[in-house]
């Protein structure tokens, strides 16, 4: 449990360092319905991630070090058995982790980041 709390901890340490959160992305793009798509829209989970999570974890499919060699990459924590939206949320919400401060992730945000985090499970 405690290897949970401090892995889930740190997720939390990168969000709580960026600003200017939750912002909703912007429409995809102004193409006509005829016009191939070059670029699939990503999930608004790892938008969210990018912003708020990637400073000190890997947080795309693939990634295999997160920046901050202490910090699990979000696969990592997607795979830790128990982890769940709930588990997510009460570690996020949580000061009793070392590695991490208190993050202030709101209800939209957490669904979207839990959606994309559980959606790595291998």
């Known amino acids: 449990m405690l290897r949970l709390l401090v892995m889930l901890g740190c ?40 912003k708020a999570c990637s400073a000190c974890h890997a947080v795309a499919v693939g990634q295999t070090r997160s920046p901050d060699p202490k910090a699990p990459t979000f696969e990592t924590i997607a795979n830790i058995p128990g982890m769940t939206t709930m588990a997510l949320n009460v570690w996020l919400h949580s000061s009793q982790h070392r590695h991490m401060p208190y993050v202030n992730v709101g209800e939209g945000q957490l669904e979207m980041l839990a959606e994309y985090l559980l959606s790595l499970r291998n």
Do not use: D, K
């Open 11 to 50: 997720a939390s340490l990168a969000a709580a360092c960026v600003t200017g959160l939750g912002a909703a992305p912007a429409p995809a793009s102004n193409r006509s319905p005829g016009q191939a798509q070059t670029n699939p829209p990503r999930p608004s989970g790892l938008v969210y991630a990018e």
